[in-house]
């Protein structure tokens, strides 16, 4: 019989026997009777589930992440600590004094709640972004994006409010101070997180496993080859609570070394395939500019919190978004399986709708980006909304531009084909050719005809092409005047 | 009364006062710490609880051959199966007998055929998956335009009119024709239909629904059960969001859940999921209209000419109060002489349409807006100048035979919000940058709006209060509406503050529930805080009456001479007592120290048959200022700038009333401009599906879609006579200032073809809708360069050959 369930919720050891895998987060603790942490939506899009989880900042610091509490099996925080808006603060009751934390003291001053319904949730987003340890004031002063307090809206981008019309929940967001030095949530970031720990829970008809070490994963998953590997669960949960799939093994990756590396070499970076985005976008730091475009518009910052790029390559969907951006960086995958490691570029790496090159038991284990990168580069996704959307279209541009003439240029496209491509055919008509509007109006007609787009509710297959058409231009727009200043260098 | 009407209250909780200080929500700790309960919260299990799975038919149109429910109660952990024959009473989800609880007939894809009960959400949804029904797919209508070319309407087909519209238009200097087909909307409210139902020790159902409209509730779970109303009692503790998609949705599912409960003597929950509430439930309607349109030659609105089609969906549900209100409202806040306005319900095989925030007034408004934008480039007149020029003046009268009280506040409104927001100034940087952007453009547009303020149906516009001042002094509050985040109970409390003359603090509410305050109707209309308000106001007035008395006996006063405020009771120049030692001593002399309050609008009179009368107490007036900037590669635009100046009377609760105006903005944004309902209209398999089920495939607005700069000023000196505290309503009519954002999308677009033709943009407009849009505008442009011909929209000329707009 397996261990019992151990998370630490607020503050206290919450212990649970016999728990189905696929019961998540938010599902338990609302058993618990901590009713705060809503479903609105089941898939990590509106965010009225998020809880904070105390995660790795290096080994000897800790910090606050907002993560859905939808999504991931509640299993997968065995030996975790979670805190919720509950235990955040405590509103007024009969024996119990008001005591509401500085985050929530904002959002009740200033109007934040109407319905209520997506409050805690934000609560728990707020939280995180109010004790994110590099956040400082800032000289420039408050705009749409980040406040004078330096509070990144963005943190904010996965929690839909329905009544509010967001603006007074941003004049609370940007009208937090610095915690206090004796708040016990500040304190706790001096402290490693816990270590995620290995278990194994089985129900009927499906098992939950975090094996102990990598090489134990390669052996469980070339015995159990329809296993699926878990690292944020943001697709995981959607299968399992829109589809109910109830997969027979799911294993977990989040923890292991061997996927959580990123490291600079003279020729590569590599990125572990369990590094978290949030992680990604905060170790890359800008150093590679196509991936720092792209993490602002890819998902949310709860999702982000949760979400690797082995599981968005893995998953091999036309539309996930770091692919283009992977393509046009000439990105290779290291793939790994008990028999061994192979390295595979990208470009290689997907073979149809939802496949890839990846044989039974075999998993990536980092992706690889070339250190010597093309110095001109774009990122443009196409969606409805400005953040938090679905791709279109996304297309990724990285060029090199010299003396007036297109030396190299890699394009990767998603969402125009039944998996992402890269534009070979506008490369072709690019490369070698001068930088004028003449070559930029050529190569968009041979842009527009770049995969084969579908009608769908996301976008006509008109308007994709037109997308695909348009995107030289935008580029050549958008750096006409640095390029004519090169030129005349 | 020192208040900002601003928006930006500094912090507030705390003020802890009566009528017009910004109190933040009366939840707003119970919010901020996760702490307020919801319908599905109280349902949290003791392990006696059965939870609910529709089984849902996979046909847009179907008959119903067999339904056999025995493999799902081979299912482990399944209790029951509810089907038509466990109906006691009468097997209809609402009030006009076409809403089958358990239907024969498949009339929409999603439709629940039967519910299945289970120990776990898990054992229900699998004993539904066991659930086997045989259906005979049948012809299904599925867009509006089959509707309409098979002639498939339902209900009543009303005319509005006032004078001789075919003659205005014959003697209009400038006609125009055109077409105009817009989307619904789902509510989306955060939290999903829900209701938790059992039995008593009593043997009474106790049903706690998420419902805007208890009184319903508790009348058709009693029809459906075969009980009288005193049998049922229904809660509405508080709801996560409703917009109107809690007003006739949620009866039957709060029925399935008490037929489940009487039927297992279990506590049976029933909680939609998202994509359930998506496939099931009804949405804004959406509509298309024909038109014909003239103009004097001081592009004057002479006359309008038009057909109306509301897409209603399989039932009625509210489709006909609906269209009433879209035709009352299509004059939204101009002058129209002349006017005739056919109105129809198309029936059609998908979810039934129903109330979302407006009721039919966004959807006429939107069609004379759209109108105006068109047309203003050929007439030659700005559109900003164009909307001014028509706007309402004194004395005028609606279409429906209404005189506009308050008309000249709009040209106030007007004056007021350009001097706010600049609006000289930034016309001429916004011809700048534009003259500098090739590919970047940026346009404002400003928009009025005027709505009515009542129920159509007169017969709703009654509210009612139970009001109880304890012992002690303290007091509490029950009244008939219910609280889905638009602060009604915030403002109660006030109201009772202010006419007890106590602290807030002193003044409690009770859940609302229909054992408290019988007969309700429905927290809808924008009316929550006018009828309960009127109603708490009456109650508390009793009592306050009963104890001036006391208070004038001991203090030695007139009772006329008796003022309350803040906790004490002053007999004017001879001193004063606390509130609690009055209430104290009004026990002990046998004074009556709880009330029932009424409360019922005056003046109202409605002839629905000939569309004429005067249904509204009033109307709430409002105007929005947006800038926009569209990007010419994609169509995708950025909202730089909102000011509003809206109208609120007096406002109750400033904080409250802000919080409703900028919500309901921005959900009005949400409606024009970003969320997309698509159903599966081919032919295949899924025909009928809703497409855009999920919060992954229909976007709501993020913070990302706020304007960059919003500020929101609330209309001074606006005292409504006969209304509570000299207040309006604001739950519905700020939605409709986003048509400020949709015209100032439409100017940008003209900004990058030759300025003087037609923008035609589709709705909801979407980056890509604006996109094509861009691109029509500047194959306009390359035109007029090529061949320096007419344009299109400036040869539209005068009568008599119509100039079409379009089609």
Known sequence: ?489 | MNRTPETGFGPTRGAGRGVGSPESHESAAQHVTGTALYTDDIAVGDGRTLHAWPVQAPHARAEILSVDVEPARRVEGVVRVLTAEDVPGTNDAGVKQDEPLFPDTVEFYGHAVCWVLGETTEAARRGAEAVSVEYEPLDSLVTLSEAIEAGSFQGRRPVLSKGDAAAGLERSARRFSGSFEFGGQDHFYLETHASFAFVDEGGQVMVHCSTQHPTETQEIVAHVLDLASHEVTVQSLRMGGAFGGKEMQPHGFAAVAALGATLTGRPVRLRLTRTQDMTMTGKRHPFAADWEVGFDDDGHLTALRATITSDGGWALDLSEPVLSRALCHIDNAYSIPDVEVQGRIARTNKTSQTAFRGFGGPQGMLIIEDILGRCAPALGVAPDELRRRNLYSAGDITPYGQPVRHAERLEDLWGQLEERGDADRRRREIEEFNAANPHTKRAMALTPVKFGISFNFTAFNQGGALVHVYRDGSVLINHGGTEMGQGLHTKMRQVAATALGVPLGRVRLAPTRTDKVPNTSATAASSGADLNGGAVKDACEQIRGRLAEVAGRRLGVHTEDVRFSEGTVIGLGQGSMTFDEVVRDAYFQRVQLFAAGYYRTQGLHWDAARMQGEPFKYFAYGVALSEVEVDGFTGAYRLLRTDIVHDVGDSLSPLVDVGQVEGGFLQGVGWLTLEELRWDVSEGERRGRVLSQAASTYKLPSFSEMPEHLKVHLYERATETGVVYGSKAVGEPPLMLAFSVREALRSAVAAFGPGDVEVDLGCPSTPEEVFWAVRRAREARRTTRDHAAPRAGASAESAPAPAAVRG
Not at chain 1, 4 to 11: A, E, F, H, W
Not at chain 1, 136 to 145: F, I, L, S
Not at chain 1, 278 to 285: A, P, T
Not at chain 1, 337 to 360: I, K
Request: glycine content about 10%; some cysteine; charged content about 25%.
């Open chain 1, 1 to 489: 019989m397996a261990d019992p369930l151990q998370i630490t919720v607020n503050g206290e050891l919450r212990t649970t026997e016999g728990l189905p895998p696929r019961v998540n987060l938010l599902d338990w603790l609302r058993s618990l009777g901590l009713t705060g942490a809503k479903e609105g939506c089941a898939e990590g899009e509106c965010g009225a589930c998020a809880v904070l989880v105390a995660r790795p900042d290096g080994p000897e610091r800790s910090r606050w992440t907002s993560v859905n509490a939808c999504l991931p099996p509640a299993s997968s925080f065995d030996g975790q600590e979670v805190v919720t808006a509950e235990g955040l603060g405590t509103a007024g009751a009969p024996g119990v004094s008001e005591d509401l934390h500085p985050v929530q003291r904002e959002m009740a001053e200033r109007g934040g709640s109407q319905c209520g319904y997506c409050t805690p949730g934000f609560i728990c987003s707020m939280a995180a972004e109010y004790y994110r340890p590099e956040r400082a004031p800032r000289e420039d002063g408050a705009d749409a994006h980040c406040g004078a307090n330096g509070f990144d809206l963005h943190a904010l981008s996965g929690n839909l409010c329905r009544c509010t019309g967001y603006r007074p929940i941003r004049d609370a967001a940007y009208e937090l101070g610095e915690p206090e030095g004796e708040d016990p949530l500040r304190r706790r970031l001096g402290r490693g997180a816990p270590e995620p720990r290995p278990i194994t829970v089985r129900s009927e008809e499906s098992a939950f496993s975090r094996p102990r070490t990598f090489e134990e994963l390669l052996r469980a998953y070339a015995e159990e080859t329809d296993a699926l590997l878990m690292a944020g669960a943001t697709d995981l949960g959607v299968e399992s609570n829109i589809r109910h799939l109830r997969p027979r093994l799911v294993l977990a990756i989040d923890h292991l070394s061997e996927l959580r590396e990123l490291s600079f070499s003279d020729d590569v970076v590599r990125i572990g395939s369990g590094v978290t985005l949030s992680e990604v976008e905060r170790l890359l730091d800008g150093r590679v500019p196509l991936l720092a475009q792209l993490m602002p518009l890819f998902a949310s910052r709860l999702i982000r919190n949760s979400a690797t790029l082995g599981g968005n390559l893995g998953t091999a969907s036309p539309i996930g978004d770091a692919a283009p951006v992977l393509l046009a960086l000439d990105a290779s995958l290291v793939l790994a399986s008990a028999e061994g490691e192979r390295t595979v570029r990208l470009s290689e790496f997907f073979t149809g709708y939802r496949e890839t090159v990846m044989a039974p038991g075999e998993l990536i284990r980092a992706v690889e980006v070339p250190m010597s990168q093309l110095p001109t580069t774009a990122f443009y996704k196409i969606a409805k909304r400005r953040f938090d959307d679905i791709s279109g279209v996304a297309v990724a541009i990285a060029a090199d531009v010299e003396d007036g003439t297109f030396r190299e240029v890699r394009i990767g496209l998603g969402g125009v084909a039944a998996t992402p491509i890269r534009a070979s055919a506008t490369e072709d008509a690019l490369r070698g050719r001068p930088w004028t509007a003449e070559t930029i109006a050529d190569a968009a007609a041979v842009m527009a005809g770049e995969g084969t787009p579908m009608d769908d509710l996301r976008a006509s297959a008109r308007y994709r092409s037109a997308m695909l058409e348009e995107s030289l231009p935008r580029f050549f727009a958008e750096f006409a005047a640095v390029e004519v200043e090169g030129a005349s260098r």
